[in-house]
């Protein structure tokens, strides 16, 4: 049995002309001999109109059931779909998360995926053409509604391609697939053909939305081939997949960068053991992301610690922070907000040094002061004034001639 | 541990304000002391509007999905409900019909209960004060959903309460409860405080519509007490239960009316054995709804057959018995579209003759003319020219004096 599944996501979903446009899709993949496994998304603005009554009702809704109302979104999308699909004279049906199932835990808003019946889904597979499932959605052990997340229909198709073996995981967005960098800052921007899961895990992190991360980690995990593609078009998008040698003989995939981002930095921090621990997880404990931290070597005891935590978190942060001046015991506390990331990705850095000191040298040429540098396996990031994001991602996309699809020199 | 089960149908919880009063009842009936199971429909409008997107998508929409679809009406009150409550500090959930579960037969869009799990219903009432659970729906033994018809709600509620041996079933209604007849249509018409399951299937029948007629059934198989009253007051509406001695001494509890008919004749019929099941058989077959039949004394071996049919079903009762004319052998059909049904109900007739008899004198005192004539063992029913209803409900009512709280002269 030939499995595929195919992910559309709200917008492709929103109308009834649009489910057309889906259907013709999905039945192309059932003649050419498929089994398919059709995961929607609510139709769009479904689920944020439910999220405002939530709100309207009240100012802490409980999360399981605001799991259980906002889950209907996409239980209203199934059944349509199927309708559609039946009228075509198509043996299909409609498979919600409980009914699958698609077994969570109690996380309501943010559930993981803990188990999925892939006999039972088999068994479907078997007797339907095609099975029109509700994704962003499954049931904990107590058969309470859950739901995964915003963009967690990327997860269910990713889980249940893994579950059922499916030859390809097909997930249709807006864009062609992914780019070596966001097409609308630099022309350049290539479509990448093949790429590996942990360059799309350090892009999608870094902003190139166009697959939930944790599908990615999914993928990775089971080894799930995934085709990000085009909902308009019949073209062929990227593949995200285990690393390979073409993958590797390629120095740098492509280039990321996250506007969302703030420096802060305790300025002469007495520098004693613990002191990172103190600073550090009074944030966690307020759930704030902190992401590049850097530590000056210390002088007379003292030093200064810088990192980064997104825009909205700033001012919890230095409230929360302040509170502890004393007993952390840091002389005064600055912050930027007109930061931004740049980062230079490619799991063929791997085996390649002079990636940084390329990429330093680009933005020097350019006037560009980096603020702050981190660097990973396959991942260099700079932290720069923010004012220059689009000439800095324009300049690294020339410097590592992301315009061709580039093999370094093997020689 | 004391049971109530409260219904409150889409008008109830349309909106924020409805619902905040709808649950001021709730927390009331908790605070007494009572576990409460509030059923609810989905907000007034909802499910209309989900049909509507059905009929948009497909001319035929398959049942099943029409049923997961149109569900969700009642999962997104129920959580919204329960989001109320929680705010209140209440400790409660919803509860979907899949999650009862309540076990129905596949008969999507009609579906009948099968089964109820009382043991995990009376376990959840352990752990929570109040359950919100979701009226009209239920699951077949596959786990797809289903719904159970127009005003489902209200047998959800009779077979919760069966279910758990609920003190009461008290259905929220935008009436005070069961009249003697019609007050749109005669100003002395009175609520009637206690009413026997007989006697108010026969008014449900009849187009008293307050409560489903299924669900009065099912109160009568499982013996549970129904109290129908308003949504908007405090005052005690009408308890719907078991025949008592008080009831049998009333002679008349109500006068039902039902305009929707039209009385159809088959002239000169070959009075010959089997002829019954000829003309009755093929409109059985097309889900028309013969109800009053009067055959006519034999001449000649020709009689007249004359019966009722809903209005909507004139043109294909007159199409489908045309059309076996020779087969049945009748001369001609006519048919009467002017005719209204009028219905004397009581517990008490089973006892006390001259019913009938009064009513007739009754109606020839203000020169009705009757049509036909039915009686049954607690009902008299007459057809008339539909111009006289209103004046024959009065007429009716003054002549049993339903205005005051009449009982029988026992001497």
Redesign the interface.
């Known amino acids: 049995m030939n499995i595929v599944v195919q992910k559309f996501g709200g917008t492709s979903v929103r109308n009834?002309e649009c489910?057309r446009q889906v259907m013709q899709k999905v039945l192309r993949s059932h003649r050419e001999g498929n089994k398919v496994i059709v995961v929607l998304s609510a139709m769009s603005g479904e689920t944020n109109r439910?999220l405002a009554?939530?709100d309207?009702?009240?100012?802490?809704?409980?999360a399981?059931?605001?799991d259980?109302?906002v889950?209907?979104g996409e239980?209203?999308s199934?059944?349509?779909f199927?309708?559609?699909l039946?009228?075509q004279g198509i043996h299909c049906?409609?498979v919600?998360g409980?009914?699958a199932p698609i077994r969570t835990d109690s996380a309501f808003g943010k559930a993981r995926i803990t188990d999925i019946n892939t006999r039972h889904l088999l068994e479907m597979l078997e007797e339907y053409d095609i099975l029109v499932m509700a994704g962003f959605q499954g049931a904990d052990e107590n058969?309470?509604?859950t739901t995964l997340g915003r963009g967690g229909s990327d997860t269910s198709a990713v889980a249940l391609a893994a579950a059922v073996d499916a030859d390809v995981c097909e997930i249709y967005t807006d864009v062609p697939g992914v780019f070596t960098t966001d097409p609308n800052m630099c022309d350049d921007a290539r479509k990448i053909e093949r790429i590996a899961y942990d360059e799309m895990l350090e892009m999608a992190s870094m902003g190139a939305k166009v697959l939930q991360i944790r599908s990615v980690e999914f993928a990775k995990k089971y080894n799930v081939t995934v085709h990000v593609r085009s909902t308009f078009s019949d073209e062929l998008g990227t593949i995200v997949t285990q690393e390979d040698e073409t993958m590797e003989s390629v120095l740098v995939s492509g280039i990321a960068y996250d506007k969302d981002q703030a420096q802060i930095t305790l300025v002469h921090v007495q520098d004693k053991p613990g002191v990172s621990a103190q600073i550090f997880s009074p944030l966690a404990e307020k759930k704030i992301l902190v992401d590049m931290i850097v530590q000056n070597p210390s002088k007379d005891g003292k030093t200064d610690m810088t990192f980064t935590v997104p825009r909205a978190d700033v001012e919890q942060t230095i409230k929360t922070l302040e509170a502890l001046q004393y007993e952390i015991g840091f002389e005064k506390l600055t912050s930027n907000l007109n930061v931004s990331k740049i980062s230079i990705i490619g799991v063929g850095m791997r085996n390649h040094s002079g990636v940084a000191s390329l990429a330093f040298q680009a933005l020097a040429d350019e006037n560009i002061n980096i603020l702050m540098i981190s660097t990973s396996e396959i991942k260099v990031t700079c932290l720069i004034d923010d004012k220059y994001t689009e000439l800095a991602v324009r300049t690294l996309h020339k410097a590592f001639h992301l315009e061709e699809a580039e093999t370094i020199d093997q020689s």
């Open positions: 009834l489910q439910l009554l939530a309207e009702w009240s100012d802490t809704p409980d399981a059931e605001v259980s109302m889950s209907t239980q209203v199934c059944a349509l199927a309708m559609l039946k009228k049906r409609s919600l409980f009914q058969n309470r509604i």
